[in-house]
């Protein structure tokens, strides 16, 4: 239950810090601070993981969970440094606002690491909510359920493709400098929708791919 509410917390944090609009910039700062906090201990919690990265056998599933983990702890390091570099309260001796480069930088590693955290959900999905369904006594394998399911998912997945569009994500992760519709009123309750199915998107595309792979395997 700690973990599953530390995760939980870590996840609104993140979805709240991803536009620092809606939020002064010193709480844009200490948020994310709070947020790695919380990934340092998410991964304190989870270091045997770590610890058999060499063990066992390597099959296609767990290399790319090894390597969407690895990412996403490099994404969480560059965002880090780069948000110390480019602070304009908490670290602002050590800021270097002016360099473009860096802001780019912070806003590739935050979008890529916001990500890599709904494949990581996605790999786990069974195991987050395995135990949910079972205290909520849902049939997972009658028809209504797969159906609804499947359905919500479709629903999801093409929201979130459509909001990544809109959202111009491609841009942020290219590198590319987006000021377009930066200076108008952000919505809050459209933010959250976009955000949430856009991580939604990539959670179930991860965990339906998971899903395939093992029944191949089998």
Known sequence: MIKKTLNLVMVLCILVVMDYRFITNTIHEM????????FIIHNTLNRRWYMAISKGKMDLLRILKT?????LLLMMVLVA?????????IFAS??????????????????SGFILIAIHLGFHWNELFGKLYRLLK????????ILLSRLASLFIIG???YASFTRQIGSKLLLQHVVTGW?????????????????????AI?????????????
Request: proline share 1%.
């Open 183 to 203: 200076a108008a009123t952000p919505s809050l309750i459209g933010f959250i929708v976009d955000y949430a199915a856009i991580m939604g998107c990539y959670v």
């Open 31 to 38: 948020l994310g601070l709070f947020t790695l906090l919380l």
């Open 138 to 145: 849902i049939n997972r394998t009658s028809s209504s359920f």
């Open 67 to 71: 390597f969407t983990n690895l990412l």
């Open 159 to 161: 929201y979130g493709i």
């Open 94 to 111: 050590l800021s270097l606002s002016d360099n473009i480069l860096v802001h780019e930088l912070h806003i590739l590693s935050a979008y």
């Open 81 to 89: 440094v780069t948000g110390v570099l480019i602070s304009q309260t």
């Open 206 to 218: 991860t965990y339906y791919l998971t899903q395939l792979v093992q029944k191949i395997r089998s």
